[in-house]
C-alpha cells in the first residue's frame, strides 16, 4: 500500500509560460532528469515525482512562479517534451497534459506499449481509473483539469493530476505511485497536495469499503429515485450537524498568495550553506568549467541549489521558495531570471551529463559534492538577510540578462536605484 506524503495550499494562476523560459525549462527539466536517472535509477525519479513538496522545489529551481499552481502545468510540459527524443534511451516516457492532452492520455500509453512490449491496455486502464477515482470518489470541490501519466519501460508509473476551485481560486494536486499498489480501492494515493477545503469524501480510502458496499445495497435495495427522496429530507440535518472527520491528517505545506519571497517562507540557514558552497568549491571544481565573464561565481550558486534538487533528501524540499533563488521568477519574484546564469546552469549541467555518459563523471560528481559541502556548511555559517540577497540580484539584474514577462531587465539608474 503506498503513501501519502503530504498537502499544500496552491493558488491558482492563469496565464501561459513564455517561449524563453518554456525552452529553457525543457532543457534544465530533463538534464536534471537524467542526471537523478543515472545516480539513483527510473524508479527513484518516479517517486521524486510522487513528492509534492519536491515537485514544487523542482519547478521553482527552473524559474516558475514559485507558490503558484501554474508549476504543475510547466513542468509537466517541460519533461513531455524535453524527454521526446530520449524516451527509448531513459526509458521514460511523459504522457497526457492539460485539458484536450489529458485525453490523449489513452491513446499515447497505447503507442508507447507498442515500442516498448509492455501490457498497454493495463496502463490505460490504470490511468483512467486513478482520472475516475480523483474526479468522482474523491469529492472535495475540486475539478480535474490536468493529467500527467509518467512511465517507465519496466511498466512502473507515477501520475501528477490536479483539479481547480474556481470559486476559492485554489488548486489541488494529485500524486500517484504505481510502486506498492495492490488494490485501487485502498487509500492508493501517494499524496494530496492542495487546500483541506472543508470535508474530503474520499471512497478510495480502504476505510470507506463499509460504506462502498452499503451503498451497493442501498442502490439495490430502493433504487435511484427513492434515495434521492430520501437524501433531500436529510440535507438539512447534514448541514447543520457535526460530523467526524474521517481522513487522516497529513504534514501540510502551505504555499501563501503573496508573490514576493519574505523570510518566513525560506530557510535561511540553507541559502547560507548553498552560497557558502558556491563561494568555497567553486574556484577548486569549476574553473575550467565556466568560462562567461562575470557570471561564472553566480552560476556555482545556481548550482548547488539545483545540486539540491538532485540529491537533497525529502526533508530537504520544507521550504519550495528558497530555490526560486537559483533562476528567480518569470513574474520578477524574488527577481527577474537571470538569462546568463540560467544557460550557463543549461551548459554546465548538460555537458557533465553527457560526459558521465561517455564514462567521466568528474564534473557530475563535482555538482554533487556542492551539495554534500552546503549540507556541512549550514550548520554553522552566516551570510546576508534574504532582503540584501535580492537587493544584490536586482542590482545585476540587467548584467545577468535578466528578464521577465515584463519584458527585459533594464540597468540600474545612476544613483544605483533600478529602473
Known amino acids: 500500500m503506498s503513501k501519502r506524503t503530504g498537502s499544500a495550499d496552491l493558488p491558482l494562476h492563469g496565464g501561459r ?16 532528469a537524467e542526471a537523478i536517472v543515472m545516480h539513483y ?35 509537466l510540459g517541460a519533461l513531455k517534451r524535453g524527454m521526446a527524443g530520449r524516451n ?24 508507447m506499449a507498442e515500442r516498448t512490449g509492455l501490457d498497454g491496455a493495463a496502463l490505460a486502464t490504470a490511468s483512467r481509473l486513478v482520472a475516475k477515482i480523483d474526479s468522482a470518489a474523491v469529492q472535495d470541490g475540486f475539478d480535474l483539469y490536468l493529467h500527467g501519466f509518467i512511465a517507465t519501460s519496466d511498466g512502473k508509473w507515477a501520475v501528477v493530476q490536479q483539479g481547480m476551485n474556481g470559486d476559492l481560486r485554489q488548486a489541488r494536486r494529485y500524486h500517484w505511485l504505481s510502486e506498492n499498489i495492490t488494490d485501487f480501492l485502498a487509500s492508493p494515493h501517494a499524496a494530496i497536495e492542495g487546500r483541506e477545503q472543508g470535508e474530503i469524501l474520499n471512497l478510495a480510502d480502504i476505510r470507506a469499503e463499509f460504506s462502498r458496499n452499503a451503498q451497493l445495497e442501498l442502490l439495490s435495495e430502493m433504487g435511484p429515485d427513492r434515495i434521492a427522496s430520501e ?12 460530523r467526524p472527520q474521517l481522513q487522516m491528517e497529513l504534514p501540510h505545506l502551505v504555499m501563501p498568495g503573496h508573490h514576493d519571497v519574505r523570510e518566513e517562507d525560506v530557510n535561511l540557514g540553507r541559502i547560507h550553506g548553498n552560497l557558502a558552497a558556491a563561494a568555497e568549491n567553486g574556484p577548486k571544481d569549476f574553473a575550467e568549467l565556466l568560462l562567461t565573464p562575470k557570471v561564472g561565481a553566480r552560476t556555482v550558486s545556481a548550482l548547488a541549489l539545483v545540486a539540491e534538487v538532485v540529491h537533497g533528501a525529502p526533508c530537504r524540499f520544507s ?9 528567480g521568477g518569470k513574474d520578477r519574484h524574488p527577481y527577474p531570471v537571470p538569462l546568463k546564469v540560467y544557460d550557463e546552469t543549461i551548459r554546465v549541467m548538460k555537458s ?8 567521466y563523471g568528474e564534473e557530475l560528481a563535482a555538482i554533487r559534492r556542492l551539495d554534500e559541502q552546503a549540507r556541512r556548511l549550514e550548520q554553522y555559517v552566516t551570510g546576508p538577510d534574504l532582503k540584501e540577497i535580492i537587493a544584490g540580484e536586482f542590482r545585476h539584474s540587467a548584467e545577468f540578462g535578466g528578464m521577465s514577462v515584463f519584458g527585459p531587465e533594464p540597468p540600474p539608474l545612476p544613483d544605483g536605484s533600478q529602473g
Open 319 to 327: 521550504d519550495p521558495a528558497r530555490f526560486s533563488l537559483a533562476h
Open 88 to 111: 527509448h534511451d531513459l526509458g521514460i516516457y511523459v504522457c497526457g497534459g492539460r485539458g484536450a492532452q489529458s485525453r490523449k492520455t489513452p491513446s499515447e500509453l497505447m503507442s
Open 17 to 32: 509560460v513564455p517561449a524563453w523560459l518554456g525552452e529553457r525549462m525543457t532543457k534544465l527539466g530533463s538534464v536534471m
Open 41 to 75: 535509477g527510473r524508479d527513484e525519479f518516479l517517486r521524486r515525482l510522487s513528492h509534492p513538496f519536491w515537485f514544487q522545489s523542482f519547478g521553482a529551481v527552473m524559474g516558475m512562479d514559485w507558490h503558484s499552481s501554474g508549476i504543475t502545468t510547466s513542468v
Open 352 to 359: 557533465a551529463v553527457t560526459r558521465a555518459r561517455l564514462g
Open 231 to 242: 437524501y433531500r429530507k436529510l440535507a438539512p440535518v447534514q448541514a447543520t450537524s457535526a
